[in-house]
């Protein structure tokens, strides 16, 4: 059963009453604003006029018959579209009003071009003291590659990722989804949240919050990182293996693979009894965490013999009902007809539009009594850019003269004048 989109009548997220200025595009910036959108946040996304965000042309897949990029409506709900040409005068000043009452504002544009712009944040906080500011970008603000391009795939090779994944002598292999732009992103909405709080605890002041996505793939190399540190040796492809742990990895089954977990010495004792192995059980090389990890060959070619003698259903509910960690390699289908994600509802739906029912994973996040909720569909192109103007002051004659000045596309008219 697919799971209801929360209903947002009557509730208010944690962040109900803030607003972001979304200037991001791709991944790594509007995830960030989906996931403040999520908790309730007022998200007004502000896009170049007639291209938009690039992944609204990143097709196929569309979604259904329509033209919808599936990648741009994964990370783009909860917030409205507003078309604003920001290399013209008059689009940044419309552009600096909307900041001036914004809470929050992200940008990923290429290092250097808001200050030409004069919508960093020394130039936005002069009339707003309160804003937070995030920059995001590939390598960060200082730093001799500080200009250069950046995509997800060349972080996760600069950032040391590939180096640790793939089978032990193939060739590397990046994350099969952009982790160093959704990892950035997250950092970048925990830091964003950390400021706000702040601003809160303190005098009203806000603050620029910087976050690139090279820092956050070094970061990300946790424990990698810290055994390099301590041997002085880089650690290399492992596969699903542990450098850490033994048995944690994925073994082939009769008609598959299975993925355990033995992360102590009682788990593994458990395993041997589930598969049936009372051998493998007594033998000393294996009898503790440290003796598996300097024998691991050993011990895989005896636990891929054992794995071997069953289908992976028959292992999945042996090392189950023995309480060890275990599960099948799940396909997409898989992971979102399972009861447990169904249960949590994290297999959403949304109407849209044009792409009529549009269904995403929910959120992850659960507040008992300001839960985050899904309220819009990702927006069209400029949707809201005379309603969201009209809200900001701007009447019908100003937005005809937005429209001469090229700041903004012919459109529906204003509605609605918050002041």
Known sequence: MVGETRD???????????TVLDASQVLVGPFCTMQLGDL???????????VGDRTRRWIPPTYGDSEESAYYLSVNRNKRSVELDLSTDAGRTVFRDLASEADVVVENFRVGKTADWGLEYGD????????????????GEWGPDRDAPAYDIVMQARGGMMSITGEEGGPPVRVGVAIADIGAGMYATQAILA?????ELGDGTGQKVEVSLLD????WMSYQAENYFATGESPGRMGSKHPNIAPYQAFATADGHVVVACTDDASWQALCRALEVPALAADDRFSTNE????????????????????????????????????SEV?????????PQIEARGMRQEVAHPTAGTVEMPGSPMFLSRTPATIRRPPPRLGEHTAAVLGEYG?????????????AIPDGSRAAGNRR
């Open 216 to 219: 956050c793939q070094a970061a």
């Open 291 to 326: 003796k598996r990890v300097r024998n691991r060959e050993a011990l895989d070619r005896r636990l891929e013999a054992a794995f071997g003698e069953y289908t992976t259903e028959e292992a999945v509910a042996r090392l189950t009902a023995a309480d060890v960690p275990a």
């Open 330 to 338: 799940k396909r997409m289908e898989g992971v979102f007809a399972d």
């Open 8 to 18: 947002p009548d009557g509730e208010e997220g944690p962040l109900s009453g803030l």
């Open 124 to 139: 936005l906080a002069g009339e707003n003291p309160g804003l937070i500011y995030c920059g995001l970008s590939g390598y």
């Open 195 to 199: 400021a706000l709080l702040e601003r």
């Open 394 to 406: 701007y009447g019908e004659g100003d937005l005809e003269r937005l429209r001469a000045e090229g």
């Open 40 to 50: 309730g946040a007022e998200v007004i996304k502000v896009e170049r006029p007639g």
